[in-house]
């Protein structure tokens, strides 16, 4: 299996702040990743695909890059609504694999 | 807009059989995977396996022996069947419309609706 590893596993940061959170696959996945957020209670929900595609509605602070091993999502300020877990996803090959989560908290 | 409805028994006891449904509403189930995908109390996400809407199933292979996922198009329907229980199956179990994309020679998946998820705990 893919194993998927995302750091940090925390992070504490206030609103308006810059956010890069990373996602490193045990082996290359091309550029088929996609990251989700989930809020406590909530299911995930699709930010981005294909490392780097905005899924429609989502608001374009958040930015996705990388390809291969190496994945990062951004958020370019946070706003409150952003403060939740983000997962990365590969499907290149099976099992289909998350990351274990990223928890992004208040500061 | 798709929306996604899991239903079933909160509660199914060791060894047993637990089977979950997930009912589309607002689009079609055809030209789609549809995913389950679990979380563990306080833990990470998941995936069990996929079905395509002709039939054509996928699981992970660990969970192969157990797992049966349907698909009854008459009804825009999913359904989940996991054998042989334990305490580690209690889970919050997602489906989720997932899409498959073509690249080259390879299919990528990626889950873009998701269901509010349903709580299945195992336990006598």
């Known amino acids: 299996d893919i194993q998927m590893t995302q750091s940090p596993s925390s992070v504490s940061a206030s609103v308006g702040d810059r956010v890069t959170i990373t996602c490193r696959a045990s082996?290359?996945?091309?550029?088929?990743l996609a990251w989700y957020q989930q809020k406590p209670g909530k299911a995930p929900k699709l930010l981005i695909y294909?490392?780097?595609s905005l899924q429609s509605g989502v608001p374009s602070r958040f930015s996705g890059s990388g390809s291969g091993t190496d994945f990062t999502l951004t958020i370019s300020s946070l706003q409150p609504e952003d403060f939740a877990t983000y997962y990365c996803?590969?499907?290149?090959?099976?099992?289909?694999?998350f990351g274990q989560g990223t928890r992004l908290e208040i500061k | 807009q798709v929306q996604l409805q899991e239903s079933g028994p909160g509660l199914v006891k060791p060894s047993e059989t637990l089977t979950l449904t997930c009912t589309v509403s607002?689009?079609?189930?055809?030209?789609?995977?549809w995913s389950w995908v679990r979380q563990p109390p306080g833990k990470g996400l998941e995936w069990i396996g996929y079905?395509?809407?002709?039939?054509?199933?996928n699981y992970k292979s660990s969970l192969k022996s157990r797992v049966t996922i349907s698909v009854d198009t008459s009804k825009n329907q999913v359904s989940l069947k996991l054998n042989s229980v334990t305490a580690a199956d209690t889970a919050v179990y997602y489906c989720?419309?997932?899409?498959?994309?073509?690249?080259?020679?390879?299919?990528?998946?990626?889950?873009?609706?998701w269901g509010k998820g349903t709580t299945v705990t195992v336990s006598s």
């Open positions: 079905i395509y809407y002709t039939g054509r199933t």
């Open positions: 989720a419309r997932t899409q498959g994309v073509l690249d080259v020679k390879h299919y990528f998946y990626y889950m873009d609706v």
């Open positions: 082996q290359g996945i091309s550029s088929w």
């Open positions: 607002g689009g079609s189930i055809s030209s789609h995977y």
């Open positions: 294909a490392a780097s």
């Open positions: 996803q590969q499907s290149t090959s099976f099992p289909i694999t």
